[in-house]
C-alpha cells in the first residue's frame, strides 16, 4: 500500500500537481465521538446532495472545515460557496459547489450539493436541510 501512495504521488509530481493536506481541525477544537449519519442522493441536473447529520455539535469539523467565511444566512441555516481544502491554499468561490449547515450542542445537520453545470439551487439544499434537521426532533 505504501508503494502505491509512493508512486501515486510521484506522477503527480510528474503531471505538475501538487500533493497538499487537507484541513485540519483546531488544536483547541476536541472532537466529539459519536455516531454521524451519511446519505447521497441525486440533485439537480445530475448533480448530486449529500446530507450529513450528528447528535452533537460539528462546528470546526468534517466538510464544515472547508467553509472559508461565515456563509449567508438562509432561514436557520447558513451558506456558502467559498471553500479552503488546505490550509495552504487561498480560498475561493466554487460556483458548483454549495455547503449548508445548521449546529447546536444537541445537533448538526449539513448539506453539500454538487453539480457539474450551473449553480446549486440554495432553497432545495435548505429544504432538505430542514427537513432532516425537524426528522431529528
Known amino acids: 500500500m505504501r ?7 510521484e506522477k503527480a509530481a510528474k503531471d505538475g500537481i501538487r500533493v497538499q493536506r ?8 476536541a472532537a466529539p465521538v459519536g ?12 448533480g448530486t446532495l449529500r ?5 452533537y455539535d460539528l462546528t470546526g469539523q468534517r ?4 467553509i472559508a467565511n461565515e456563509g449567508k444566512k438562509v432561514g436557520d441555516a447558513r ?8 490550509n495552504n491554499t487561498t480560498p475561493r468561490e466554487r460556483p458548483t ?3 449548508c449547515w445548521r449546529t447546536s450542542q444537541d445537533k448538526s445537520v449539513v448539506v453539500l450539493a454538487v453539480t457539474p453545470e450551473g449553480r446549486p439551487d440554495t432553497r432545495d439544499a435548505v ?7 425537524s426528522a431529528m426532533g
Open 35 to 46: 455516531e454521524v449519519t451519511e446519505a447521497t442522493e441525486p440533485f439537480q441536473d445530475n
Open 3 to 9: 508503494q502505491q501512495i509512493v508512486e501515486a504521488r
Open 51 to 55: 446530507t450529513i447529520s450528528a447528535r
Open 22 to 29: 487537507a484541513r485540519t481541525p483546531a488544536p483547541d477544537v
Open 127 to 133: 429544504a432538505k436541510l430542514d427537513t432532516r434537521w
Open 97 to 99: 459547489m454549495l455547503l
Open 79 to 86: 451558506c456558502t460557496q467559498k471553500f479552503q481544502f488546505s
Open 63 to 66: 466538510e464544515l472545515l472547508w
